[in-house]
């Protein structure tokens, strides 16, 4: 089977209702990304940054994915698909997507604070509940959410880079290609691959020939499956 990347972002969960983050209205207009996406943030004021993702994973607990998050996963049935999002909520895995790389994080799993983020045994799912000061780790200390905030390394970006270099085909859908080192994966593709991106904002991507579709995901999507499946892209459809 020919191994289809998808690199998404917070437009591909927008039709579920969850914000992005720098169009207008956008969660950064509403939070200094300063004060609760990052570990001054953090280290400033706990209680305000346990609030924000205490907030956005009740808010995730009635999310449903929609039908853009449901073409990628039905994808796995013509290519071998691996997700890498830089999105916090559970959708693309609500949908039916197996393969899921969380650049940033999950929401719905939480870390002790100061523990290694690669040793599984340190992340704890909890779901959609809250996380207070006070709330502690199996090994004693103050409980975080298990989200990759600026200021931070971003642990999986080494195996998300070898999937985009392995990649025949590489999909960008719903991210403004803003934030490093998520963006520069689209560097990682073999010269001539094709890359393919969904938005319905102009997305400048320095790279030879790659198409856009300039539409929300769900449309988006539907044109791109058309594409893929009519236009042969497909394994076994020559
Ligand atoms: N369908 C598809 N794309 C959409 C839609 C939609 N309905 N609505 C908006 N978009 C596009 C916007 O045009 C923009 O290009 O989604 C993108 C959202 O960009 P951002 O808000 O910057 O979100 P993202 O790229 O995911 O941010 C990356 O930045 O703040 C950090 O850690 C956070 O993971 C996040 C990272």
Known sequence: MKKLA????????????????RDSGGLWEKYPVQQ???IEGWYADRALVLDFYN???????DR???????????????????VITQNIDNLHEQAGSTNVIHLHGEVTKAIGEGEDPTDPS?????????????????????????????GEPVPMIGRAASVVSECDMLL?????????????LVNYI???????????????????????????ATSGMEKF????????LADGQE
């Open 225 to 232: 499956t058309e594409m893929l499946l009519n236009g042969g």
């Open 55 to 61: 907030a956005r994973r009740r808010d995730l607990k």
């Open 6 to 21: 998808v690199l998404s972002g917070a437009g591909v969960s927008k039709e579920s209702g969850i914000n992005t983050f």
């Open 172 to 184: 960008v859908i719903g991210t403004s290609l803003n934030v490093y080192p998520a963006a520069g």
């Open 64 to 82: 449903r994915p929609n039908k853009a998050h449901r073409l990628i996963a039905g994808l796995e049935k013509y290519f071998q698909v691996t």
């Open 122 to 150: 340190n992340i704890t799912d909890i779901g959609y509940g809250d996380i207070r000061i006070g709330d502690k780790s199996r090994r004693g200390n103050q409980l975080r959410p298990f989200i990759v905030w600026f």
């Open 36 to 38: 609760v996406a990052s």
């Open 190 to 216: 073999k010269y001539g691959t094709p890359l393919w991106l969904i938005d319905p904002n102009p997305i400048r991507v320095d790279y030879g020939n790659y198409t856009q579709i300039t539409d929300v």
